[in-house]
Antibody
Framework: EVQLVESGGGLIQSGGSLRLSCAAS????????MSWVRQAPGKGLEWVSV???????YYADSVKGRFTISRDTSKNTVFLQMNRLRAVDTAVYYC??????????WGQGTLVTVSS | QSVLTQPPSVSGAPGQRVTISCTGS?????????VHWYQQLPRAAPKLLIY???NRPSGVPDRFSGSKSGTSASLAITGLQAEDEADYYC????????????FGGGTKLTVL
C-alpha cells in the first residue's frame, strides 16, 4: 500500500528556516517524480517544487532561491528545506507522487505557520 | 491568478448533473498536455479523481467523468450526492513553465 507521511511543520518566525520531510512507503521515491504542493488558509492549491527520478529539480518562482527539494534514498524520504520564510509561505504543505496519472498519492499535509 | 481558469462555485440538487469547466490556453491544455482532476473534501488532503483527461482511478464511481477539447477540459458529475460537496481542482502542465505543475483556482461544489 502506498503511503506518504509529512512531518516537520510548525510555527516559525519570519526569516527563519524549516525542513519538511515526506516519508514514503509502498514505492521507491527515487524511481518516481515527487512534488510538494501547498495550500494557504482558505485558498487553492499551489505547486511548489518537484524532484525527478533523475534528480532534476524545479521550483515555483515564489520559492526559487529560498526552498530546496531533495531526497534520501536510504530513508525513502523527500525533503523540502525552506529558508528565509515569509508570512505568505503560511500554508499546509503536501507531498505527492507525480506521474503519468497526475499526482496520484498525497500525504495528509503538515501545517507551516510563519509569524511576522 | 491561476494559469487554468475554473468557476469559483457551482451548485446542484441531489440527483442532478453538474459540470465544472477548466479553461487553459495553447501553451497548456491546448498544447496536448493531459488534464487531471482532484477532489478535496472538507479538512482533507486532495484526492485524484480523474487522470489523463477521462480516466477514473480504481474506486472512483462512474458518476464522475472527464473530457477535454481544444484548450478546455470539463468534469461532469451525475446523480449528485450530498457527499460530493467538496472543492474540485483541475491540473495540467505548461510549455512555458518547464517542469511546473499548474492548477486551476478550484471550484466549490455545493449540493443544495
Amino acid at each position: 500500500e502506498v503511503q506518504l507521511v509529512e512531518s516537520g511543520g510548525g510555527l516559525i518566525q519570519s526569516g527563519g528556516s524549516l525542513r519538511l520531510s515526506c516519508a514514503a512507503s509502498g514505492f521507491t521515491v527515487s524511481r518516481d517524480y515527487m512534488s510538494w504542493v501547498r495550500q494557504a488558509p482558505g485558498k487553492g492549491l499551489e505547486w511548489v517544487s518537484v524532484i525527478y527520478s533523475g534528480g532534476t529539480t524545479y521550483y515555483a518562482d515564489s520559492v526559487k532561491g529560498r526552498f530546496t527539494i531533495s531526497r534520501d534514498t536510504s530513508k525513502n524520504t523527500v525533503f523540502l528545506q525552506m529558508n528565509r520564510l515569509r508570512a505568505v509561505d503560511t500554508a499546509v504543505y503536501y507531498c505527492a507522487r507525480d506521474g503519468d496519472r497526475g499526482l496520484d498519492y498525497w500525504g495528509q499535509g503538515t501545517l507551516v505557520t510563519v509569524s511576522s | 491568478q491561476s494559469v487554468l481558469t475554473q468557476p469559483p462555485s457551482v451548485s446542484g440538487a441531489p440527483g442532478q448533473r453538474v459540470t465544472i469547466s477548466c479553461t487553459g490556453s495553447s501553451s497548456n491544455i491546448g498544447a496536448g498536455y493531459d488534464v487531471h482532476w482532484y477532489q478535496q473534501l472538507p479538512r482533507a488532503a486532495p484526492k485524484l479523481l480523474i487522470y489523463g483527461n477521462d480516466n477514473r482511478p480504481s474506486g472512483v464511481p462512474d458518476r464522475f467523468s472527464g473530457s477535454k477539447s481544444g484548450t478546455s477540459a470539463s468534469l461532469a458529475i451525475t446523480g449528485l450526492q450530498a457527499e460530493d460537496e467538496a472543492d474540485y481542482y483541475c491540473q495540467s502542465y505548461d510549455s512555458s513553465l518547464i517542469g511546473h505543475v499548474v492548477f486551476g483556482g478550484g471550484t466549490k461544489l455545493t449540493v443544495l
